[in-house]
C-alpha cells in the first residue's frame, strides 16, 4: 500500500504544480497558484522525507491550510447559494461558474490534505484504496472533461481559455 500511497502523491503533486501553473492568466492568479502550490510542496516534502513527515510544523501548516480552504469553499458555497442561477429548470450549474469552480478547487484541496494527515495514523490498505484514488482520479477525470468539452469550453471567461 506504501507504494501506492506514493503513485497518488505523485499524481497529486503533477496536479497541484499544474493547477498552479494555469493560473498565470487568472486576474486573482498569485492567490490561486499559493491555493494550489502550497498542497504540492507539502505533499512533496511529506513522500520525500520521513524526517519532515512527522515533523510539528509541516502538520499544523497543514491543517491550517485546510481549515482556510475549507472556510473558503464554505463562504464561496454560500455566494453560489444566494446568487443561483436556476434558469435549467431549477438546477445550479455552479460548474459554469468561475467561483463555483474555485470551490471545487478548494474542496480538493481539503480532501487531499486531509488523506495526506491521515493517512498514517488510521487508514489500512483497503480505506486507504476506497478514498484517494477517487480523490485522485475525480479532478484529473473533470480537467479532460473541460478540455474535450467544446460546448463547455466555450462558457469559459477568456483567460480560463488560454489556460492548457
Known amino acids: 500500500m506504501k507504494m501506492l500511497w506514493t503513485i497518488c502523491c505523485v499524481?497529486?503533486?503533477?496536479?497541484?504544480?499544474l493547477a498552479a501553473y494555469v493560473q498565470i492568466n487568472d486576474p486573482d492568479g498569485p492567490?490561486?497558484?499559493a491555493i494550489y502550490g502550497l498542497p504540492a510542496v507539502l505533499t512533496l516534502l511529506q513522500v520525500s522525507s520521513f524526517k519532515?513527515?512527522?515533523?510539528?510544523?509541516?502538520?499544523?501548516?497543514?491543517w491550517l491550510h485546510t481549515a482556510v480552504c475549507f472556510l473558503g469553499a464554505l463562504y464561496i458555497s454560500y455566494g453560489l447559494l444566494i446568487t443561483?442561477?436556476?434558469?435549467?429548470y431549477g438546477n445550479l450549474r455552479w460548474y459554469e461558474k468561475e467561483e463555483g469552480r474555485e470551490m471545487g478547487g478548494l474542496v480538493f484541496v481539503v480532501l487531499?490534505?486531509?488523506?495526506?494527515?491521515?493517512h498514517d495514523r488510521s487508514m489500512s490498505g483497503a480505506w486507504l484504496s476506497a478514498f484517494?484514488?477517487?480523490?485522485?482520479?475525480?479532478?484529473?477525470?473533470?480537467w479532460l472533461y473541460t478540455y474535450y468539452d467544446?460546448?463547455?469550453?466555450e462558457k469559459l471567461p477568456d483567460h480560463?481559455?488560454?489556460?492548457l
Open 11 to 17: 499524481c497529486m503533486i503533477c496536479f497541484f504544480s
Open 31 to 33: 492567490l490561486w497558484m
Open 52 to 62: 519532515f513527515k512527522s515533523h510539528w510544523m509541516i502538520s499544523r501548516l497543514m
Open 84 to 88: 443561483k442561477d436556476t434558469s435549467n
Open 112 to 118: 487531499w490534505l486531509m488523506l495526506c494527515q491521515f
Open 132 to 142: 484517494c484514488i477517487p480523490v485522485v482520479v475525480s479532478p484529473v477525470c473533470l
Open 150 to 153: 467544446e460546448a463547455y469550453r
Open 160 to 163: 480560463c481559455k488560454q489556460a
